[in-house]
C-alpha cells in the first residue's frame, strides 16, 4: 500500500469505485459514480449487495472487517463515506 495521506485516499477511492462498479454489475465507468449519493437510495445497493461490496473493499484494502462496528457499518452511506472509513481504518493499521 502507498504512504501518505493524499495517495492513501486516492488508492483508498480507487478500491472503492472499482469494487461499487463490480457489484452493482453495471456497464458505467467507475469513475462514473458520485462519491456524494446514497448507495442504496440513489443507486439501489441491496444489503445483501452492500455486505459483499465491504466485504470486498475491506479485502482489496487490507482493511479487515471486524475494524467496523455495527454502527459503523450502518452509516457508510455514500462511497464517501466508505472511502473515508477505510483511508482511517488503513492509516491506524499504518
Same mark, same amino acid.
Given at each position: 500500500?502507498?504512504? =501518505?495521506? =493524499?495517495?492513501? &485516499?486516492?488508492?483508498?477511492? #480507487?478500491?472503492?469505485? @472499482? =469494487? $461499487?462498479a463490480r457489484v452493482m454489475? *453495471?456497464? /458505467? ?8 449519493? /446514497? ?10 449487495? #452492500? !455486505?459483499? $461490496? ?8 487490507? !482493511?479487515? !472487517? *471486524?475494524? $467496523?462496528? @455495527?454502527? @459503523?457499518? %450502518?452509516?457508510?452511506? *455514500?462511497?464517501? @463515506? !466508505?472511502?473515508? +472509513?477505510?483511508?482511517? &481504518?488503513?492509516?491506524? %493499521? +499504518?
Open positions: 500500500m502507498t504512504t =501518505g495521506k =493524499g495517495s492513501m &485516499h486516492a488508492e483508498m477511492e #480507487k478500491i472503492t469505485r @472499482d =469494487g $461499487f454489475a *453495471s456497464e /458505467d465507468e467507475a469513475g462514473g459514480y458520485d462519491l456524494d449519493m /446514497d448507495m442504496a437510495e440513489d443507486y439501489g445497493l441491496t444489503s445483501i449487495d #452492500k !455486505v459483499i $461490496f465491504l466485504n470486498s473493499v475491506c479485502d482489496a484494502s487490507g !482493511v479487515p !472487517v *471486524s475494524s $467496523f462496528t @455495527d454502527e @459503523d457499518l %450502518a452509516d457508510l452511506r *455514500s462511497l464517501r @463515506d !466508505v472511502i473515508e +472509513a477505510l483511508a482511517s &481504518h488503513a492509516e491506524t %493499521a +499504518a
